[in-house]
Nanobody, 127 residues
Framework: QVQVVETGGGLVQVGGPLRLSCTAS????????MAWFRQAPGKERECVAA????????YIADSVKGRFSGSRDSGKNTVYLQMDSLEPEDTAVYYC????????????????????WGPGTLVTVSS
């Protein structure tokens, strides 16, 4: 059984930083890719960042480019999402996802690439 757990959400002021962490654990599980998605009230879930294990390829959504960055602990099923210059529009539940297989670049931002999801952590940006 694979467990995915996010930590680091909370309340932050506009312009402030926040860092999310995520670990996927399971006896024999090795994630081929891990990603961060977010879902704001009334909006669809969107991928903001993803990392492919085999070559470290990183995807970042245009909506957060220049403000968010994803990173990983090499050799571990652990990823981070560094969020800077936060805006009220970044308020959402942030989900971490992990997947097996060998995802191609174009599939990294797609929810169906990932088999295992965390419960989500709420990020609230106050103005």
């Amino acid at each position: 059984q694979v467990q995915v757990v996010e930590t680091g959400g909370g309340l932050v002021q506009v312009g402030g930083p926040l860092r999310l962490s995520c670990t996927a654990s399971g006896r024999t599980f090795s994630a081929s890719a891990m990603a961060w998605f977010r879902q704001a009230p009334g909006k669809e879930r969107e991928c903001v960042a993803a990392i492919r294990r085999r070559d470290g390829y990183r995807y970042i959504a245009d909506s957060v480019k220049g403000r968010f960055s994803g990173s990983r602990d090499s050799g571990k099923n652990t990823v981070y999402l560094q969020m800077d210059s936060l805006e009220p529009e970044d308020t959402a539940v942030y989900y971490c996802a992990a997947g097996g297989g060998g995802p191609i670049v174009s599939s990294l931002p797609l929810a169906q690439t990932y088999d295992h999801w965390g419960p989500g952590t709420l990020v609230t940006v106050s103005s």
